[in-house]
């Protein structure tokens, strides 16, 4: 199994900045994809970024120029940069990650999530 764990939400005012961090661990072989998704209440989970092993990235477009995902492989961590915060940007943000264990088997992982506040 992979273990995801989140950190770096908090409350901040709108315009400010935070940064996610989610660092993998556990029985990984490789991981493929990894990314941030965000579920805010009353609401579906939906995609904000991710970014492929190569650093290929996707955006949803309401984040686009205003987020930043990165990785590093060697720490199998995955990180969004957060600028521009809106109140709307306010959710839980769960980590997710897409690969293969050591057998070889397919593993989609997802974090435990951590709350970002934005106030306006």
């Known amino acids: 199994q992979v273990q995801l764990v989140e950190s770096g939400g908090g409350l901040v005012q709108a315009g400010g900045s935070l940064r996610l961090s989610c660092a993998a661990s556990?029985?990984?072989?490789?991981?493929?994809?990894m990314g941030w998704y965000r579920q805010a209440p009353g609401k579906q989970r939906e995609l904000v970024a991710s970014?492929?092993?190569?650093?290929?990235?996707n955006y949803a477009d309401s984040v686009k120029g205003r987020f930043t995902i990165s990785r590093d492989n060697a720490k199998n961590t995955v990180y969004l940069q957060m600028n521009s915060l809106k109140p709307e940007d306010t959710a839980v943000y769960y980590c997710?990650?897409?690969?293969?264990?050591?057998?070889?088997?397919?593993?989609?992982?997802w974090g435990r999530g951590t709350q970002v506040t934005v106030s306006s």
């Open positions: 997710n990650s897409e690969g293969r264990d050591y057998l070889g088997n397919y593993e989609n992982s």
């Open positions: 556990g029985n990984i072989f490789t991981i493929n994809a």
């Open positions: 970014i492929t092993r190569g650093g290929s990235t």
